[in-house]
């Protein structure tokens, strides 16, 4: 806290140049203790490496120990992490080699001045970036990207030292089909002698990296293979054995140096030096996050940019090639205790010292030594656990890695840019097909969430959808195209709620095309709403006036109720008889337009022929979730009449109550039941009237008598006659059909019945014989069965033969039907009749018969479940 305000003391240029006053103030003589010790750790390692590494670069061996030195020191003191720990890399070296040996002979002064002058344009590139805050341009060098252009690194790394591995006379910098050409036609020139010194020396690393885990194996590597080398030089001879060594080390400093600043340098190094400069800042700032996670210290981006660049810019000054972060140094440098960035500048200073003990020590190191290292560092630059898990886990993914890591093998430049414009591809294609998922809603009042809509009952009406992305111009096209599909698929859900605490920003094609929907939505009778659609997304649709086409109502933020408010604008007929109602207000009896649902009425004369329509009534009520209408009749206004009829109505209230469903009673002065039962399902709008029956008195009035044929036939609503004995139906409907507009009007009533109480339908027709008519009949009873299918209705058709009234009632006997539906016409000549058909049916069945009316345009046919 103190060195942050310290560093707000100086001016706002300054403060990259200034990140050390953070840890400054934290050195005393434990820290300096600790430090030491890690950087003694850090500057054993670094010599085998850095001689490796330079090898991979073209350059002499001692420019891996240069970049080591300088570069390390400025980027820790500059630099944002305290461990990260600066130097040459395998991926820097083999982008370098990459990039210059096409100019220059490999460890020529040509070869070594374009190579500063590479690492100085690269240190300038980080600078700018960083000094820019453009840290986030590495977040577009997705990980894949990397692991393929390693990959492919770590093959070229192996073929480059195929040649000094086998002792063969293969030409620096060919291509790498080159390479394994020259090694397919030299293979009978194979020098044994150094194949074995190579041999050896890759056997000794892989033992005693696993059996001796504390010393550094390119060590014990180096020294086993140098003194096998001297073993067979001295019974072979060195001419004999043709055994070449990299050559005494210079002992000393490293030399100043001059990047070649020459206008054909830079043009030839400028667009290189731009794929080193991403790669080098891609590595250092992902190590450094990595090890930031352990430290628990926090990360700038921006000022890990500025130490690179400046520990690039200082280090082409002091004959040091490009460096970045190494993941190695950098866990050494933590894991041994390292407490502030002074552990690195301890290792540059240990690792001069060393320098001037055993430079002389490299005349023994022979180059297949070091191309056996080589293979083992190449071996251990391959991460077959993530390149395995990209395989198994995304295929888009793995198109990138092998897309990356043979361009690498092909041209690395061009390699690690068609890596880098695939990913960033694939991420726009992603991008432009944000997930469109539909939810439903759970919870009530300010407690609304959203849930998969998967095997969840979802509103007829109201189409709720998550929407996971941005709105921007490359994606307005698919998420058009997906709420369009809401209505075609379902033309009743003309309105759509977006749950959008996802949508992250919208652009000015994403806010047209909302605009654009919502008019259309509403020209359709419903409307666009949004849930939850974050401040800065609503503030740009406010200012751009696209609130105007949307609507002032059409935003709810978190903690208010989306769904009541949009309850009321629903299509009260389709409401009346939805059995989904996932809303808490779809459980209420009012609907939408502020009217009842669906009108159930019971007629009741107090007798015992009314106790099984009473009992059917409340159970159906109960399963349709409705008020349930009770209608009875007083002879006069007399109080002892209309005691007496509301004592009836009070029997079933209380008959209600118990049941759990609600009820109005309704009284009716008067004499005639035939008279006043249909005036009061009239009044009250009724739909579906539930009455009993009486045994006929004589032939004259029929199966079912004078009254109840009366109130069926000038009642307007469908009527229910349930007889004594019977209950409430559970097994089966049966509709009488015969594709007549009354059969339609019957498989109407039964659609939604069916849903609600979850009892197949079967469509019987009776016909005469098996001639032409049979054959429409039949076509038009499938036709019907199928509609019911789609609503979700089990159902099947029937056809049979013989006299009408006999057959339907042996139908619905060999069926097990407890439930008929029949259709009726309204008026005229089709008015219920004593001794018809119809009243044939309805009087000798032993089951509730419903006769549907299709003389009243009844929305019933819109129920939906």
């Given at each position: ?5 310290g ?5 706002a240029?300054?403060?990259p140049?200034?990140?050390?006053l ?16 890690a ?6 390692i ?5 001689v ?7 350059l002499?061996?001692?420019y ?29 070296s ?16 040509e ?13 300038l ?36 030292q195929?040649?000094?591995?086998f ?15 020259q ?10 002698l ?26 014990a ?11 067979l030089?001295?019974?072979s ?6 055994i ?58 921006n000022?890990?940019?500025?130490g ?6 200082v ?21 041994s205790?390292?407490?502030?960035p ?33 293979f ?55 991008t ?5 998922e ?27 959808v998550?929407?996971h ?19 075609a ?27 654009q ?14 849930w ?22 059409g ?33 209420g ?27 059917v ?11 349930l ?11 002892e009449?209309?005691?007496k ?37 009239e ?5 579906l009237?539930?009455?009993g ?16 044929a ?32 009354a059969?339609m009007a ?6 939604p019945?069916?849903k ?9 027709t ?9 054959q429409?009949?039949?076509?038009a ?16 058709t029937?056809?049979a033969h ?30 219920f ?6 009243d ?17 345009m ?8």
């Amino acid at each position: 806290m103190i060195a942050t305000k310290g560093m707000q003391a100086y001016p706002a240029w300054l403060r990259p140049f200034l990140p050390f006053l953070q840890w400054w103030p934290l050195v005393n003589r434990g820290t300096l203790r600790d430090d030491a010790m890690a950087g003694l750790t850090g500057a054993m390692i670094v010599l085998p490496q850095g001689v490796a590494f330079a090898t991979i670069a073209g350059l002499p061996p001692q420019y891996g120990l240069y970049a080591a030195m300088m570069p390390a020191v400025v980027g820790a003191l500059f630099g944002s992490s305290w461990h990260l720990v600066s130097g040459p890399t395998t991926a820097i070296s083999i982008a370098l080699f990459a990039a210059i040996h096409n100019f220059a002979e490999p460890g020529s002064p040509e070869f070594i001045s374009l190579a500063l002058t590479l690492t100085f344009l690269v240190g300038l590139y980080q600078l700018i970036l960083g000094l820019a805050r453009m840290g986030t341009l590495v977040n577009f060098i997705s990980h894949t990207v990397v692991i393929g252009f390693t990959a492919g690194a770590a093959i070229l790394i192996a073929a480059s030292q195929i040649k000094n591995f086998f002792g063969l006379a293969i030409p620096r910098g060919v291509p790498f089909y080159e390479i394994l050409h020259q090694f397919w036609v030299q293979f009978d020139q194979i020098n044994p002698l150094v194949t074995m010194v190579g041999v050896v020396t890759l056997a000794s690393g892989i033992l005693a990296r696993r059996y001796f885990p504390k010393f550094p194996y390119m060590i014990a590597a180096m020294i086993v293979g140098s003194v096998l080398a001297a073993i067979l030089n001295a019974f072979s001879g060195a001419e004999e054995s043709a055994i070449k060594t990299v050559g005494a080390l210079p002992a000393g400093l490293p030399p100043l140096s001059t990047p070649d600043f020459s206008l054909e340098a830079i043009r030839h190094m400028a667009g290189p030096a731009l794929v080193i400069t991403m790669l080098a800042l891609t590595e250092a700032v992902s190590i450094s996050r990595a090890i930031s996670t352990r430290s628990e210290q926090r990360i700038d981006g921006n000022q890990e940019f500025v130490g690179q660049g400046l520990s690039n810019l200082v280090g082409s000054f002091f004959s040091a090639y490009a460096s970045s972060g190494s993941f190695n140094r950098s866990g050494v440098n933590y894991e041994s205790g390292a407490r502030t960035p002074l552990a690195t500048v301890f290792a540059s200073g240990f690792l001069i010292l060393i320098l001037l003990l055993v430079a002389p020590l490299a005349a023994y190191l022979p180059n297949a030594a070091m191309a056996g290292i080589l293979f083992l560092v190449a071996w251990g630059l391959v991460d077959f656990h993530h390149i395995k898990s990209i395989w198994q886990t995304s295929k888009p993914e793995t198109a990138v890695l092998w897309v990356t890591l043979i361009g690498t093998l092909i041209n690395l430049e061009e390699g690690i840019f068609a890596g880098v414009f695939l990913s960033l591809v694939m991420y726009l294609y992603r991008t432009s097909r944000p997930g469109i998922e539909a939810v439903v809603p759970k919870g009530e009042g300010d407690s609304i969430y959203f849930v998969d809509a998967k095997d969840q009952p979802e509103c007829p009406q109201v189409r709720f959808v998550r929407v996971h992305g941005a709105l921007y111009f490359g994606a307005v096209d698919h998420i058009q195209r997906g709420l369009q599909q809401i209505d075609a698929d379902n033309p009743l859900q003309k309105t759509v709620v977006i749950a959008a605490p996802a949508i992250s920003f919208a652009d000015v094609a994403g806010a047209e095309m909302l605009a654009q929907e919502a008019r259309r939505r509403r020209r359709m009778g419903g409307g666009l709403y949004f849930w939850r659609l974050r401040d800065s997304v609503y503030r740009f649709l406010r200012q751009g006036e696209y609130i105007k086409d949307i609507g002032e109502g059409g935003f709810f933020p978190v903690k208010t109720n989306v769904t009541s408010a949009v309850y009321w604008t629903l299509d009260p007929e389709v409401c009346r008889y939805c059995q989904a109602r996932i809303f808490k207000e779809c459980h209420g009896d009012t609907l939408p337009d502020g009217n009842r649902r669906m009108r159930l009425m019971f007629a009741s004369d107090g007798s015992d022929f009314s106790l099984a329509p009473r009992e059917v009534s409340l159970a159906l009520a109960k399963r349709i979730g409705v008020t349930l209408d009770v209608m009875t009749m007083a002879a006069s206004t007399s109080d002892e009449d209309r005691h007496k009829a509301e004592t009836r109505i009070d029997s079933v209230r209380q008959a209600a109550q118990e049941a759990g469903v609600k009820l109005e009673g309704i009284l009716r002065i008067g004499h005639d039941p035939a008279k006043e039962v249909p005036a009061a399902a009239e009044a009250a709008d009724t739909q579906l009237l539930v009455i009993g029956r009486r045994p006929a008195k004589g032939l004259g009035e029929g199966k079912v008598g004078l009254n109840a044929a009366s109130i069926i036939g000038d009642s307007r609503c469908h009527v229910l006659v349930v007889p004594k004995e019977a209950a409430m139906w559970q097994r089966r409907i049966m509709v009488c059909f015969d594709a007549s507009p009354a059969a339609m009007a019957a498989l109407d009533i039964a659609m939604p019945l069916a849903k609600a109480t979850g009892v197949p339908v079967s469509l019987v027709t009776v016909v005469r014989d098996e001639g032409r008519a049979s054959q429409i009949l039949k076509a038009a009873s499938e036709e019907a069965a199928q509609m019911l299918r789609h609503e979700g209705v089990e159902a099947e058709t029937r056809i049979a033969h013989g006299p009408v009234v006999a057959t339907l009632l042996s139908q619905a006997e060999e069926l097990g039907a407890d439930l008929i539906v029949v259709g009726m016409r309204h008026g005229g000549l089709n008015r219920f009749l004593p001794n018809s058909l119809t009243d044939r049916l309805v009087g000798e069945a032993r089951w509730p018969v419903l006769i549907a009316k299709s003389g009243r345009m009844t929305e019933v046919h819109k129920a939906v479940g």
